[in-house]
């Protein structure tokens, strides 16, 4: 497996099912996960973001979440993204 590089990481930690992940996500995992999803899509690019981002000591009881609760890849996934992406706000202005 290829180094992650520092470009925009933020390590982030998350609390589900009582027990903590914290994940280290940079631009590249965010990226590649973006280009993953498609519209029938979403479970394998969400569990794969979260195995690849999340720490080495956490993996095994993150493994046994996914597992063990149907949807927790998209609730984790998603709540991942949303602390990663910064808020901005955006205008369309008409021409």
Do not use: W
Not at 26 to 36: A, M, S, T, V
Not at 46 to 68: G, I, P, Q, R
């Amino acid at each position: 497996m290829a180094a992650k590089t520092n470009n925009n990481q933020k390590n982030i930690t998350l609390s589900a099912d009582d027990s903590e992940f914290t994940f280290q996500v940079c631009r590249e995992d965010y990226n590649k996960l973006i280009n993953r999803l498609g519209p029938n899509n979403k479970t394998g690019p969400m569990h794969n973001f979260l195995v690849a981002t999340v720490e080495a000591a956490h993996k095994d009881k993150l493994l046994e979440l996914l597992a063990a609760q149907p949807g927790a890849e998209v609730a984790l996934g998603s709540a991942l993204v949303e602390e990663y992406t910064p808020d901005l706000d955006v205008l369309v202005k008409k021409s």
